[in-house]
């Protein structure tokens, strides 16, 4: 093992506005401290105890990441009757048929055992009558998960994970094609870090803000994924020439309206179906051939806009079934996720018998867990860069892979690193320094301190990031327009990115804290230029209202069963898209659940 006690060494040099530089040193850094980096640091130091493990987390880990609130169900278990066979199936159907198959069967015989490990460090799970984990649809079990994040960060304190906490991660450094440190700064006072590693694993979840929220103004940050997962992750992989994959299939969940909590406790706890303002039940219905409720993911959420678009809206959960006494029961599920769902109703005097809970679409997300966009990875969770390594909602191929499919990818690259470590090289400190690669990150860490532009000229992060869900939701397919686009539209949005990036230069940032919303926004930019790529690249539609294309409407199995899949060149910038074929191997009906 390299890097022995975890060490620190504080540099003299002052660069522009920014006080200190801190150089560290480690075996292995995972970037993200949400559900799936902490059960990576956890893996790493089960197997090698000595190593000196890294997280780095933009917040804190304690409550970060997209479950900081909790979660009341794990949604992707394998019960009694079913096999990592049978989950491979059926996500080939919720995916309209085009998956990674040989992740998401890795990923699914690995689900349980992160169920089992989390129970172990102390997670409380329901348990039936028969006393097996209690089962909440046909992947689903019941949990009490409010104090999910402490229970992970308390494990990974006990085995002696270092923590950076507050740091946020602008980049990646890569020497000779390999991974050879990562690069952030404090964000409550500005420092640099630099890490110095061999391995890198990259946790950081999916990305939001990339559209124009449904929620405007002040309540913005009122939707369902973390508004602090900004697609960091997929940037600093775009940025050293990691491939990436299927970035046109956005996440559009459903979701109560204007709370924007999610429905699954509804639908499958509470077994509420979804009617239109006729009081239709329209996904059985018209929908029947997809299996109705039991429609893939995407196919529901094309059906409520459809309803919309139609003038059969709005939509609404029908809970007249549901009684008073078990209003105690809805109330206590969502406190165990979403806090404020339960708050909401309960100020209003909720009653299932008068009242309705409106249903809503939100805008576009960039996930891996629920869809499948992020790096192109081996079955090792490993990327095409050496040294750097995938792992969650980052980690694309494997969509209905929720937490415990984080878990199990969590496990995988942490396994992974360690078996690649005597192939991982330790680039000298000086090495780094002197590397165009350092020189230039440092450059672009610092830009939005270096703009000396005077105020009226300048632009600051939100003004930027408000013109790029503009030109998102407008062209790219986002609310505004039922979440469809064609070719004119997208190359309309890619003319006005470019623009953006153009503009980017002129992006001031006054504090620490300014300066993290100022590469939070361009995150976000890199990302959105992919995403655009893609949509435009893809031409039919495989699945509605993820990626609708009004010019080519129909699916098209014969040209289009393939990944879409990008790399922009590290030394022009330019993004190449490209296909790589699809791989069948697990035998059975593609389309029928």
């Known amino acids: 093992m390299r890097g022995g006690v975890f060490a620190l060494v504080k540099s003299t040099k002052l660069i522009d506005k920014v006080e200190n530089m801190f150089w560290h040193e480690a075996d292995f850094v995972i970037v993200g401290g949400g559900t799936s980096g902490c059960m990576a640091a956890i893996r790493l130091k089960e197997i090698l105890p000595r190593a000196n493990v890294v997280i780095v987390e933009k917040a804190n880990i304690v409550r970060s990441g997209c479950l900081a609130a909790g979660l009341n169900a794990i949604n992707a278990y394998i019960h009694d009757g079913e096999t990592p066979e049978s989950f491979v199936r059926y996500v080939r159907f919720d995916a309209m048929g085009l998956i990674r198959e040989d992740l998401v069967l890795t990923m699914a015989a690995r689900l349980n055992e992160g169920v089992k490990r989390m129970e172990s460090y102390g997670l409380p799970i329901a348990y039936d009558n028969s006393g097996k984990y209690l089962r909440r649809g046909r992947w689903g079990l019941v949990i009490f998960g409010e104090k999910l994040k402490p229970i992970l960060s308390k494990k990974c304190e006990e085995l002696g994970v270092s923590v950076l906490n507050r740091i946020n991660v602008t980049g990646l450094l890569v020497h000779e094609s390999h991974i050879a440190g990562v690069v952030g700064f404090d964000v409550r006072n500005g420092d640099i870090h630099v890490i110095r590693t061999p391995a890198v694993i990259v946790a950081t979840g999916g990305a939001a803000g990339l559209y124009r929220p449904n929620n405007p103004s002040g309540a913005h940050h009122t939707m369902w994924y973390c508004p602090f997962n900004v697609g960091t992750g997929y940037a600093i992989g775009l940025r050293v020439g990691a491939e990436m994959t299927s970035f046109e299939m956005r996440f559009v969940a459903l979701r109560t309206k204007d709370v924007i909590a999610p429905t699954g406790t509804l639908a499958l706890l509470f077994k509420a179906p979804i009617v239109n303002s006729r009081n239709e039940h329209f996904m059985r219905e018209n929908w029947g051939h997809f299996g109705g409720d039991a429609a893939p993911t995407c196919i529901r959420a094309y059906a409520v806009v459809k309803e919309l678009k139609e003038g059969r809206g709005?939509?609404?959960?029908?809970?007249?079934?549901?009684?008073?006494?078990?209003?105690?029961?809805?109330?206590?599920?969502?406190?165990?996720?979403?806090?404020?769902?339960?708050?909401?109703?309960?100020?209003?005097?909720?009653?299932?018998?008068?009242d309705t809970i409106e249903v809503c679409t939100t805008e576009p997300y960039i996930v891996g867990g629920h869809c499948q966009s992020g790096y192109w990875i081996d079955e090792r969770r490993k990327t095409t860069v050496d040294g750097l390594y995938a792992c969650g909602d980052v980690a694309g191929g494997a969509p209905f892979k929720f937490i415990s499919g984080a878990w199990a990818e969590a496990l995988i690259a942490a396994e992974s690193a360690v078996q690649d470590e005597k192939g991982n090289p330790a680039i000298s400190i000086e090495t780094i320094k002197a590397s165009d690669g350092f020189v230039k990150e440092i450059e672009r860490l610092t830009a939005p301190f270096k703009c000396s532009l005077p105020a009226h000229l300048a632009i600051t992060p939100k003004e930027l990031e408000l013109r790029l869900q503009k030109i998102m939701d407008e062209y790219a397919g986002g609310i505004s327009t039922f979440y469809e686009t064609n070719e004119a539209l997208l190359k309309c949005a890619l003319k006005h990115l470019k623009t953006l990036r153009e503009q980017s230069q002129w992006l001031v940032?006054?504090?620490?804290?300014?300066?993290?919303?100022?590469?939070?926004?361009?995150?976000?930019?890199?990302?959105?230029?992919?995403?655009?790529?893609?949509?435009?690249?893809?031409?039919?539609?495989?699945?509605?209202?993820?990626?609708?294309?009004?010019?080519?409407?129909?699916?098209?199995?014969?040209n289009w069963l393939l990944f879409v899949n990008s790399r922009r060149d590290v030394e022009s910038g330019e993004l190449r898209v490209f296909t790589r074929p699809y791989r069948q191997i697990v035998s059975g009906d593609r389309y029928l659940p």
Request: glycine share 2%; hydrophobic share 45%; aromatic share 12%.
């Open 314 to 354: 709005p939509c609404f959960f029908d809970l007249r079934h549901v009684s008073k006494e078990q209003l105690d029961e809805l109330y206590a599920a969502y406190l165990d996720m979403f806090p404020s769902a339960a708050l909401a109703w309960a100020s209003e005097g909720f009653d299932p018998q008068v």
């Open 509 to 558: 940032a006054k504090t620490p804290h300014e300066l993290m919303l100022a590469h939070e926004v361009l995150d976000r930019i890199e990302v959105a230029e992919v995403v655009v790529a893609h949509l435009l690249f893809r031409r039919e539609t495989r699945w509605a209202c993820f990626q609708t294309r009004t010019d080519y409407p129909n699916r098209d199995d014969i």
